[in-house]
Nanobody
Framework: QVELVESGGGLVQAGGSLRLSCSVS????????LGWFRQAPGKEREFVAT????????QYGDSAKGRFTISRVNALKMVSLEMNSLTHEDTAVYYC????????????????WGQGTQVTVSS
């Protein structure tokens, strides 16, 4: 059993920054590819970013490119998402997920999910 717990969400003004974290417990952390997804009200959950087991390879969704940075610290069993230049369109619940496929961008490729953390960007 793998548990993921997100933190760091909150209210931020447009143009601001926020750092989300996700702690992973219950299994071998560096055996998993990790990803971030988000779901805005009335919209489908969308891919944000993913990072390989060793942290070297990353991939971003179009909305995140150039503004968001995913990173991981295997020793701490934690993955983070640094978000800059936030806009109202970034308002969503952000989910952390764990899987085994490098470069995975589809929800179906991730086996474990956190409960999500709300990010609200005021315009």
């Amino acid at each position: 059993q793998v548990e993921l717990v997100e933190s760091g969400g909150g209210l931020v003004q447009a143009g601001g920054s926020l750092r989300l974290s996700c702690s992973v417990s219950g299994s071998i952390f560096n055996g998993y590819v990790l990803g971030w997804f988000r779901q805005a009200p009335g919209k489908e959950r969308e891919f944000v970013a993913t990072i390989s087991r060793n942290g070297i390879n990353t991939q971003y969704g179009d909305s995140a490119k150039g503004r968001f940075t995913i990173s991981r610290v295997n020793a701490l069993k934690m993955v983070s998402l640094e978000m800059n230049s936030l806009t109202h369109e970034d308002t969503a619940v952000y989910y952390c997920a764990a899987g085994v496929s490098v470069g995975a961008t589809e929800m179906s490729e991730y086996m474990y999910w956190g409960q999500g953390t709300q990010v609200t960007v005021s315009s």
